[in-house]
Nanobody, 119 residues
Framework: QVQLVESGGGLVRTGESLRLSCLFSGGIFSDHPVGWYRQAPGKEREFVAAISRSGIANYADSVKDRFTLSRDNAKNTAYLEMNSLKSEDTAIYYC?????????????WGRGTQVTVSS
């Protein structure tokens, strides 16, 4: 059974950076697209970024040019580098994976990691 474990969240100030990690186990990581979603208090879960098996990433407009998603297939890990953080980036960040396409109905989800950006 595929399992995803997020790490790297924390409390930072506006303009600072964080790197989130998503450790994949229980399957063949390189066979799975991987992505990140986030959910802020009182809001619905929203797409942040996703990366294909071949390493092509796409981003939500709200994070484009600030966030970078990458994957290291040798380490079974995806990384979300978040720069120039804003208060509106405060949310629980969830890693998702799927055999075919990462979306809100993806097969596998982590438990999430909290990111808090203070002004």
């Amino acid at each position: 059974q595929v399992q995803l474990v997020e790490s790297g969240g924390g409390l930072v100030r506006t303009g600072e950076s964080l790197r989130l990690s998503c450790l994949f186990s229980g399957g063949i990581f390189s066979d799975h697209p991987v992505g990140w979603y986030r959910q802020a208090p009182g809001k619905e879960r929203e797409f942040v970024a996703a990366i294909s098996r071949s390493g092509i990433a796409n981003y939500a407009d709200s994070v484009k040019d600030r966030f970078t998603l990458s994957r290291d297939n040798a380490k079974n890990t995806a990384y979300l580098e978040m720069n120039s953080l804003k208060s509106e980036d405060t949310a629980i960040y969830y890693c998702a994976a799927d055999k075919y396409l990462v979306n809100s109905a993806s097969d596998y989800w982590g438990r999430g990691t909290q990111v808090t950006v203070s002004s």
